[in-house]
């Protein structure tokens, strides 16, 4: 796409929009994985330990769901920020999902 004609949204628009979208999407896959883990146990009796990987998915959900906040701002401003890569925010949600990982395979094994 090279221009935008009168009724088209500008590139820079639909690149945030696309972005923010991005970081909704991981931040509803992080709640429904925490809704799963909460009920794949719903016939045992719940113990505290049963609840840690629900407690950390829906933590990771909350934490992308502020940094896709805070990129719907940074994409906001005008003129656009000279960084904007989102560097620490990737990193930090890859640690969270690595953390669940492990988290949730030792607590299917109990």
């Not at 016939?43 to 805070?70: D, E, N, Q």
């Not at 994409?75 to 890859?94: D, F, K, N, S, Y």
Request: hydrophobic share 50%; charged share 15%.
């Amino acid at each position: 796409m090279t221009g935008s004609t009168a009724g088209d949204p500008p590139a820079d628009s639909i690149a945030a929009d696309r972005t923010i979208l991005a970081w909704t999407r991981t931040s509803f896959g992080f709640l429904v994985n925490g809704v799963l883990l909460t009920i794949k146990d719903w016939h045992r009796p719940a113990t505290p330990a049963g609840f840690i990987p629900a407690a950390l998915a829906i933590a990771a959900a909350l934490c992308s769901y502020v940094i896709a906040l805070k990129r719907q701002r940074t994409l906001g401003q005008r003129p656009i920020p000279a960084r904007i890569t989102p560097r620490h925010e990737v990193h930090l949600v890859a640690t969270a999902v690595l953390v669940l990982i492990v988290v949730t395979v030792f607590a299917q094994m109990r």
